[in-house]
């Protein structure tokens, strides 16, 4: 947050133009490794910037800012996003959404919770929305849109009359997050690197809910194809499957899904 009001100096690009990297990030990610190894020198690590995927069984994975776009442009949606995950499955999982000081975590097994700056706590719960009409959802778009017609375009226009509303809020990290607090009922989105949605899954499960691939099956670190976080009702979450395999199935050009 200092860096940014004191003004970035360095906004790069990495996989496309429009995929950016402050020096923040960096930043970030250097303070987390050194200290997150520092307190468990036995644990490895893994980070989006560094994208070094350990061969120790228990890691943490990272993304020092999660929507990056929004944090370079000065609109209060981003995160710090980890998770501590043993092989391929998340046991911790935090996200901190940076402007606010508020922190999304779960453990496996003991529920997912938020803790406010003033100490104050809640336990999070989905909501019981159960047909897309009623279904507030979001998603996002991948840094490969403006070179290929499988950008979650043909997804969106299916959804855009079926649903309540759509939102694209610019940080997978927190929409996800929502989907587990109840103020979202769904989100998807096609190419999520593993450090965006592995914490999330393991939030929205521990709040009661449900994440899969595109084709229905359990979700995992690090990434099937596709990503499908909803409040769990069967009916909703078989619409959203739908709704991207009709979708999908429309296009005459198809780009690997993570």
């Known amino acids: 947050m200092r860096m940014r009001q004191e003004g970035l100096q360095r906004v790069q690009s990495k996989s496309a133009v429009i995929d950016l990297v402050t020096e923040a990030d960096l930043a970030s990610e250097k303070l987390l490794r050194e200290e997150l190894q520092r307190l468990y020198p036995q644990v490895g690590f893994w980070g989006e910037e560094s994208n070094q995927q350990p061969t120790t069984e228990y890691y943490w994975l990272v993304d020092p800012i999660d929507g990056t776009t929004n944090f370079a442009n000065g609109i209060p949606y981003y995160a710090v996003n980890l998770a501590l995950c043993q092989e391929f499955n998340a046991i911790l999982a935090v996200?901190?959404?940076?402007?606010?000081?508020?922190?999304?975590?779960?453990?496996?097994?003991?529920?997912?919770?938020?803790?406010?700056?003033?100490?104050s706590q809640q336990r999070l719960h989905v909501n019981h929305a159960a047909q897309l009409n009623r279904a507030v959802v979001a998603t996002g778009f991948p840094y490969h849109r403006a070179e290929s017609t499988d950008n979650n375009s043909a997804e969106t226009a299916y959804f855009i009359p079926r649903c309540q509303a759509i939102r694209c809020l610019g940080a997978a990290a927190l929409d996800i997050a929502l989907v587990a607090e109840g103020a979202l009922a769904a989100f998807w989105e096609g190419w999520l690197g593993p450090w965006d949605g592995t914490g999330g899954a393991l939030l929205v499960r521990e709040a009661g809910g449900l994440?899969?691939?595109?084709?229905?099956?359990?979700?995992?670190?690090?990434?099937?194809?596709?990503?499908?976080?909803?409040?769990?009702?069967p009916d909703l979450h078989a619409a959203l499957l739908t709704g991207i395999q009709t979708a999908r199935a429309a296009l005459t050009e198809k780009r690997l899904l993570v």
Do not use: C, E, M
């Open 95 to 119: 996200t901190l959404h940076v402007p606010t000081g508020a922190i999304y975590w779960a453990t496996v097994g003991k529920g997912a919770f938020l803790r406010r700056v003033d100490g």
């Open 211 to 233: 994440v899969t691939d595109y084709q229905g099956s359990q979700w995992q670190v690090p990434g099937q194809s596709g990503f499908v976080a909803t409040n769990g009702n």
